[in-house]
C-alpha cells in the first residue's frame, strides 16, 4: 500500500513563505533523503511553477554549490504528479498533470503502491490534511519570524490530532517535528 509525506517548511510565526526559509546544505540533504524513499511528488500549480522556475536550469547547467545541483539533478529525474485547475500542460521532465480530484486521484495513486511526498504547498497540504490522506507529516520550523505568507494547513476546517513520531535538528536552527495522524 502507497502512503503519502507531508513535508512544510514553516517559520515560527506559522506561515509557510519559500523566500523566508534556510535552503543550506543540510535542509536538502534531507529533502533528498525523503525523495529516496519515495516513488514521486505531488504538487499543487503554484509550487510547481517556482520550482520549474529554477530547479531545471540547475539540473542542466551544473553552476551552483554542489549539493544544490545534486538537488537539482535528482528533483528532475524524480516523478512528479501536479495538480492544476488551470494549467494545460507541465513541460518539466517526468511531470504529469492531474486534473481530477485531489480526493479521487491522490487514493488511486496509493491504491498502486506509490509513496509519495508532498513538497511544499499549503493548499494541496491542508487538502490532503482534510481529506485523511497524509501518512507522516514532516514540519521543518524555521527560526524565522515572517510576518507574512500562507499559514500552515491554513485550509483545515476540522480538527487534526497528531502524535509527534521524532524529530531532528540542524546546524542552522531548523528543527525537523514528524508526526502521524490519530486515527
Excluded at 35 to 43: F, R, T, V
Excluded at 113 to 135: C, E, F, M
Aim: proline share 4%; net charge negative.
Amino acid at each position: 500500500m502507497g502512503r503519502v509525506i507531508l513535508m512544510m517548511n514553516v517559520t515560527l510565526d506559522g506561515c509557510c513563505d519559500h523566500t523566508q526559509v534556510i535552503a543550506d546544505e543540510e535542509l536538502h540533504r534531507y529533502t533528498e533523503d525523503l525523495m529516496d524513499l519515495s516513488d514521486g511528488l505531488l504538487a499543487g500549480r503554484k509550487i510547481y511553477q517556482l520550482m520549474e522556475e529554477f530547479w531545471p536550469a540547475v539540473a542542466r547547467s551544473g553552476e551552483g554549490p554542489p549539493f544544490m545541483v545534486d538537488y537539482a539533478r535528482k528533483l528532475d529525474q524524480k516523478t512528479k504528479y501536479v495538480f492544476s485547475r488551470t494549467l494545460d500542460e507541465v513541460t518539466w521532465q517526468n511531470s504529469f498533470l492531474l486534473k481530477g480530484a485531489v480526493s479521487e486521484e491522490v487514493p488511486k495513486l496509493i491504491e498502486e503502491g506509490k509513496r509519495l511526498i508532498v513538497n511544499g504547498g499549503p493548499g494541496l497540504g491542508s487538502t490532503l490534511a482534510q481529506l485523511g490522506l497524509v501518512d507522516e507529516y514532516h514540519f521543518l520550523i524555521q527560526p524565522i519570524v515572517a510576518g507574512r505568507g500562507p499559514r500552515l494547513l491554513g485550509g483545515i476546517h476540522d480538527r487534526l490530532n497528531l502524535k509527534l513520531s521524532g524529530t531532528n535538528s540542524f546546524a542552522s536552527g531548523v528543527m525537523v517535528l514528524r508526526y502521524t495522524p490519530i486515527r
